[in-house]
């Protein structure tokens, strides 16, 4: 509808609407700055501190000239529970009346035009019956129970003075949309000069540039108005509350959110233009509960010419569509990441120009359980952590993946199937870098093996006094690697049980943890002295024994080491060094056995009660069947490699 058309169905008093709906927007303004004072004095009169906010700020920024308001904070006390004293409070009741009545101005001017005159009649009624509610003010005290009434954003708690503001600031939003006197750049205006063109047309651009990226969502309708010399640009971006550039010289933002997380987001990223944002004003009144608890901030940038004015203006016009159902993003991807994790996503998405709305329009969350339900034994159930199966590193790549694929796929024009199939692929992708991850593991536990067998070889090859002291040590430190061995299995199990076809893994590590379980046994004989602390000597073909499954230990660590590289039309070294390893742990497992036969010999022949020959006997059996476990480990992780790595 044309502006003419628009002033026919109104008729003459029409003309004046755009003056009235200017004055009704920084009405919005002073009432939400009324209410959020009373709700900053009441909480600063419960807990007095030296640097609580005093809105000064707020208050020009909406046309309030009385300075006398910004001490209201600091000289506000409590009396008693839940009632205060308030300077200036009956002023403030006065401002608020009379922003209700500026709001009320253009829709009781359009009421049988534009809007049902019945229905004004309502809200003008429902006014009457909250600002008649309100007690009388008598000494500036005001209890704890009206600022409540005055101040609650929850339906649920009553209707009150707060959810009528934001139920006028609608209608007035919509009022302004349908009497626009222009478009500029995709933006309804009016009342707007010449110079606001540029201001207006950048912020635009930058909207415009990232709007795509808001899929269906209905949100992104910008409003541009000029009242005396003050540019006021608003932007809808849905649920959460609108957002207004107040521009006289510099350009002022006042941020609004009852999300603390979402609120440092917006400032970091925006934080390249140079905005300098006063100090975070949080709002809430004792006894309130946790719900009407908000934020507010005002940022303000000093541009150096109207160039930076207007770069500033574009990158926060680019900003604003992932602000869109920002909380529920992080919500959704705390429950596959940490909260913590799920916010850096959310950046890397906005700062690429991504943004979450594609991967919540997808299915959020439950994109990615779907994805599961195909790719593992058991899939993950609502609040159990992606991370924790593919690990935080893995885990947040992955799903930077899925954030961008689902934004760029659905911007692009790509089926939905496609888009789902991609991030499935995807998936899989991740479960064969979680068993080169299972590779490691084993390979971390083999390195223990290692270490159990090193420490008792050294242990039985030295003799002496100094000799029992090192079979004590390398006793209590076999444990404690017999300990983190353990650490290593049940991670690699809970691993396994929940991702297809790498149970192998778990069959390998549980085998080889029988080498771990030997050698500790093993370092615990050799501590013990037969009798009751007398010295002895290790026989030789023992000492030797020792020797060759530290062998064993270390071919099996380099098979593991080796195994994550070798694949099919991969590189020859891994696959010969990996084979070469395997291989020796074959040779090693056949020569232990002839070795035990020889510390058999040995100990029959040494002239030794039978306390010692047990003790060695058992040392040697323990020694024996830990290279047996090693070699059955590497010749499964062999078949494995040569069976389904190399021919899958």
Same mark, same amino acid.
């Given at each position: ?13 029409? $003309? ?38 005093? $809105? ?17 904070? #600091? ?18 009741? +006065? ?84 009497? @626009? ?29 990232? @709007? ?38 510099? +350009? #002022?933002?006042? !941020? ?36 009407? $608890? ?47 994790? &799920? ?25 990615? !359980? ?11 159930? !609502? ?14 790549? !992955?799903?930077?993946?899925? $954030?961008?694929? =689902? ?17 499935? =692929? ?26 159990? #067998? ?57 085998? =080889?943890?029988? &080498? @771990? ?22 026989? %030789? ?52 056995? %002839? ?9 029959? @022949? ?43």
């Amino acid at each position: 509808m044309t502006k003419t058309r628009i002033v026919e169905a109104l008729g003459e008093n029409g $003309l004046v609407l755009p003056a009235l709906l200017n004055a009704a927007i920084l009405a919005n303004e002073r009432a939400k700055y009324v209410l959020a004072l009373f709700q900053v004095a009441a909480g600063n009169a419960e807990n007095p501190s030296a640097g609580a906010p005093n $809105l000064r700020a707020e208050r020009e920024a909406c046309g309030i000239t009385d300075g006398r308001l910004d001490r209201v904070v #600091a000289r506000s006390e409590a009396l008693g529970p839940g009632v205060y004293h308030i300077p200036e409070a009956a002023h403030l009741i +006065a401002i608020l009346s009379a922003s209700l009545e500026t709001m009320f101005a253009p829709l009781a001017l359009t009421a049988g035009g534009f809007f049902d005159e019945t229905a004004v009649d309502v809200r003008m009624e429902r006014k009457k019956r909250l600002l008649d509610a309100i007690p009388p003010i008598d000494g500036d005290i005001v209890s704890g129970e009206t600022i409540a009434a005055l101040t609650s954003g929850r339906p649920a708690a009553g209707d009150g003075v707060h959810l009528l503001v934001m139920d006028l600031h609608k209608e007035i939003s919509r009022l302004q949309a349908l009497i @626009a006197e222009e478009e500029i750049a995709g933006a309804r205006a009016y009342g707007i000069t010449t110079a606001d063109r540029p201001l207006i047309e950048a912020f635009m651009a930058g909207v415009q540039r990232t @709007a795509p990226m808001k899929f269906d969502h209905p949100g992104l309708v910008t409003t541009a108005a000029r009242s005396g010399d003050t540019l006021l640009i608003q932007n809808d971006i849905g649920a959460t509350e609108a957002h207004v550039i107040v521009l006289r010289g510099t +350009a #002022a933002l006042t !941020y609004t959110d009852v999300h603390a997380q979402r609120l440092r987001f917006f400032q970091n990223a925006v934080a390249t233009t140079g905005i300098v944002w006063e100090d975070l004003h949080s709002r809430q009144v004792s006894g309130l509960g946790k719900e009407d $608890l908000f934020y507010v901030t005002v940022g303000r940038i000093a541009a150096a010419d109207d160039a930076g004015l207007r770069a500033f203006l574009e990158r926060l016009g680019s900003r604003i569509v992932f602000l869109i159902d920002w909380n529920r993003a992080r919500k959704r991807l705390g429950l596959l990441v940490p909260n913590a994790l &799920a916010v850096d996503l959310l950046n890397w998405a906005a700062e690429h120009n991504l943004g979450h709305r594609g991967f919540l329009q997808l299915g959020g969350e439950r994109l990615i !359980y779907d994805a599961l339900e195909q790719a593992v034994r058991t899939p993950l159930r !609502y609040g159990e952590k992606l991370h924790e199966m593919l690990g935080a590193e893995a885990a947040c790549d !992955y799903l930077r993946f899925v $954030l961008e694929t =689902a934004a760029k796929g659905l911007r692009d024009g790509r089926s939905e199937m496609l888009i789902r199939d991609q991030i499935r =692929a995807e998936l899989f992708n991740h479960f064969h870098s979680a068993e080169q991850r299972l590779l490691a593991e084993g390979g971390r536990h083999a390195a223990i093996i290692v270490r159990l #067998a090193n420490g008792l070889r050294g242990a039985l090859q030295q003799g002496g006094a100094s000799g029992s002291n090192r079979r004590a040590e390398s006793a209590q430190l076999a444990k404690q690697l017999e300990s983190e061995a353990d650490e290593v299995v049940k991670s690699i199990r809970a691993t396994a049980q929940r991702i297809a076809g790498t149970e192998i893994f778990r069959r390998i590590v549980e085998i =080889a943890d029988d &080498a @771990a379980d030997h050698l500790e046994d093993a370092a615990f004989l050799a501590a013990v002295s037969p009798d009751g602390g007398a010295v002895y000597q290790v026989p %030789a073909p023992l000492a030797g024994l020792a020797d060759l499954v530290l062998e064993g230990a270390q071919s099996l660590r380099r098979a593991m080491a080796a195994a994550p590289e070798v694949h099919r039309g991969g590189s020859r070294e891994p696959m010969c060094n990996f084979l070469e390893a395997a291989d020796r742990l074959v040779t090693v497992e056949h020569q232990t056995d %002839a070795r035990e036969r020889d510390v058999t010999v040995a100990l029959i @022949a040494s002239p030794i009660d039978s306390r010692q020959l047990h003790l060695f006997g058992e040392i040697a059996r323990h020694l024996e069947e830990a290279a047996d476990a090693m070699l059955r480990a590497g010749l499964m992780l062999r078949d494995h490699i040569m069976g389904n790595v190399m021919f899958e």
